[in-house]
């Protein structure tokens, strides 16, 4: 099992960027791939983004391609999100999780983070 735990929420203005972080502990980060999701009030968990092991492969969202970078560090055990240009739509609890190999998928991720949240005002 792998504990996540988000950072790096907060409440921005449209337009502004914010830079969302996952540090993990417990089994070998390197061995999993990272995936962030997010979740607004009254709807479905949503896939974001997501990174393979070693970071060689990355998936990105349509509503947020452009606009969002994933990327790792094995070293620190951690996984970031650099979400610019943020939308009010943007507004959710962002979540990491980690699982086996990548995927967009919800299913796809065994272990999940408590969440952060991000606000985004028009």
């Known amino acids: 099992q792998v504990q996540l735990v988000e950072s790096g929420g907060g409440l921005v203005q449209a337009g502004g960027s914010l830079r969302l972080s996952c540090a993990a502990s417990?089994?070998?980060?390197?061995?999993?791939?990272m995936g962030w999701f997010r979740q607004a009030p009254g709807k479905e968990r949503e896939f974001v983004a997501a990174?393979?092991?070693?970071?060689?492969?990355?998936y990105d969202a349509d509503s947020v391609k452009g606009r969002f970078t994933i990327s790792r560090d094995n070293a620190k055990n951690t996984v970031y999100l650099q979400m610019n240009s943020l939308k009010p739509e943007d507004t959710a609890i962002y979540y990491c999780?980690?699982?086996?190999?990548?995927?967009?998928?919800?299913?796809?991720?065994?272990?999940w983070g408590q969440g952060t949240q991000v606000t985004v005002s028009s």
């Open positions: 417990g089994r070998t980060f390197s061995r999993y791939a």
């Open positions: 990174i393979s092991w070693s970071g060689g492969t990355t």
């Open positions: 999780a980690a699982g086996p190999i990548i995927s967009i998928a919800t299913r796809g991720y065994d272990d």
